[in-house]
């Protein structure tokens, strides 16, 4: 199967974009940051891509076999290097910023966001019926994806992979994780998992539009 070849860069425009749709700065304080820190922003990128290149063998594996050898779907697959603790994913064309300071690394980050674009290819081909016309940024095909990327980083081959254990949660998931991390050690199997989650996470909105 072929992978993903991914790849680290600088994007001065993509952080005026995420200064101003995040309200975490403007585009003078983005200009300033880079013209005191573009070596550190380089090295980062070049860091970031060892790293990657390390582990990613055994991360693409083990994400084939819970996908079922899923083709990856085509894109740029390029992560781009961030003054701002936003890390934002782009479906349409498979790129992502990585904050250059993320607490869980970069590699965290990247295998996060590459779980992310697999996830919702397999989900939309697989289970039309269920996510057909459902809005990828929020509601329940989002709270999917969010909770299956904490269950699945949080396994022990994942952790092995990452170095990460602690497992990573949005506070609106926290009541949720527990039965979903059941979930899965009771039957891993993604398809199950899909079905499961999606239950649990369409009731939590049909409560959310009361």
């Known amino acids: 199967m072929k992978y993903p070849d991914v790849k680290f860069a600088l994007n001065r425009g993509l952080d005026y974009w995420a200064a101003k749709e995040f309200r975490v700065g403007s585009s003078d304080y983005v200009d300033e940051f880079y013209k005191s820190h573009r070596k550190k922003l380089e090295t980062f990128a070049k860091l970031s891509k060892s790293r990657w290149d390390k582990i990613s063998p055994s991360f693409f594996r083990t994400t084939s076999k819970i996908f079922k050898n899923h083709p990856w779907p085509k894109g740029k697959y390029i992560g781009y290097i961030s003054i701002f603790n936003c890390n934002p994913r782009f479906l349409k064309d498979k790129t992502f910023q990585v904050y250059f300071k993320h607490k869980a690394g970069s590699n965290f980050v990247t295998a996060h966001e590459l779980l992310h674009f697999i996830f919702y290819d397999y989900a939309i081909r697989k289970h039309a019926d269920l996510f057909r016309g459902k809005n990828t940024e ?54 199950s998992f899909i079905i499961g989650a999606y239950k649990l996470m369409q009731g939590r909105n049909i409560l959310r539009r009361r």
């Open 138 to 191: 929020s509601g329940v095909f989002w709270d999917v994806a969010e909770t299956f990327n904490s269950v699945i980083l949080h396994l022990p081959e994942f952790v092995r992979i990452l170095g990460v254990k602690k497992q990573i949660i949005y506070p609106e998931h926290k009541i949720y994780i527990s039965r979903l991390n059941r979930l899965w050690k009771e039957k891993p199997e993604i398809d």
